[in-house]
């Protein structure tokens, strides 16, 4: 049987990587020391991969694809097919950003102002490139963790990853710059994907997981409409095209059918009841694929 061999990211997006994968029909699951999940699809084959080294295992042909950060492919300068951005992450569905922080009482204000001092980060290469281009020299350090903790006694400023900026000010530290802004891609061996079996497979997957994606900030509206009503309600309600209509079995009475964003749900639902509208479900949804 033939096989794809794809790499999901190992740590932080792990978890959340399972979620979108379900969502988007497949079913994945693994044993907490194993780096070999199991996945419902025997044309697929599974491993876990840092997402800090996976790029350059897709772009050496050991796996044919993956989905690891924007930030990763740039640091290892890798070689690889691009198949689609899924805007995903561990906590929020923001970018990650990738800042220029200094300790809160610093005088730092700009990078400018790094001449000659200390930056320490686990992404190198993008930070030297960053200080090149700001015609800045600084000396650059790879940290092994804890990056946070390290300004003011152990280097004068960090480059670190953020969703949201938590754990930055809890460490009294005060953004001065966004580096690079990342998110997760599905990534492809560029001899893989001239395989026609393996790019066809790829590419019905990448449909799959956008669709979860673009569903996340969605949900299904139904409800009853009177004949009388349905002209008020319409003018209501929101779609991704135009609502669904079907005739009920009760005449003068119809199905109207939606798709909008759950941030707006709260409003719109009262309105509809007053306009006419009865017997509103409001349901989930796994995938919209337009």
Not at 16 to 25: E, N, P, S, V
Not at 52 to 65: H, L, T
Not at 102 to 124: C, H, I, W
Request: net charge positive; charged share 30%; with cysteine.
């Amino acid at each position: 049987m033939k096989k794809l061999k794809i790499a999901l990211p190992k740590g932080s997006l792990e978890e959340a990587t399972y979620q979108l994968f379900k969502r988007a029909g497949y079913s994945v699951s693994v044993s907490s020391r194993s780096y070999f999940p199991v996945i419902d699809d025997p044309e697929l084959e599974v491993i876990l991969f840092r997402p800090q080294e996976m790029s350059r295992y897709i772009e050496d042909g050991v796996v044919d694809c993956g989905l690891t950060g924007h930030d990763w492919v740039v640091e290892n300068g890798s070689k690889v097919k691009t198949l689609c951005e899924l805007q995903y992450s561990k906590r929020t569905s923001n970018p990650v950003r990738w800042v220029l922080a200094v300790y809160a009482d610093s005088p730092f204000k700009s990078v400018k102002d790094l001449q000659g001092k200390k930056v320490v980060t686990e992404l190198v290469n993008v930070t030297k490139n960053y200080l090149k281009k700001n015609r800045v020299k600084a000396e650059v350090e790879f940290s092994w963790g804890a990056t946070e903790v390290k300004p003011p006694r152990l280097a004068d400023t960090i480059v670190e990853a953020t969703e949201t900026g938590s754990s930055l000010r809890a460490n009294n530290l005060r953004i001065i710059d966004t580096v690079l802004t990342s998110v997760p891609k599905f990534i492809a061996n560029e001899a893989s994907y001239r395989d026609s079996w393996k790019r066809e497979k790829m590419e019905n997957m990448v449909m799959l997981l956008e669709g979860a994606i673009r569903a996340q900030a969605k949900v299904g509206l139904k409800m009853n409409v009177s004949k009388k009503d349905l002209p008020k309600v319409l003018k209501i309600l929101p779609a991704m095209k135009k609502p669904t209509i079907s005739g009920l079995s009760s005449e003068g009475w119809f199905d109207v059918e939606t798709i909008v964003d759950e941030s707006v749900v709260r409003e719109i639902i009262p309105a509809l009841k007053s306009a006419g509208a009865s017997g509103i479900i409001e349901y989930p949804l796994n995938k919209v694929i337009p």
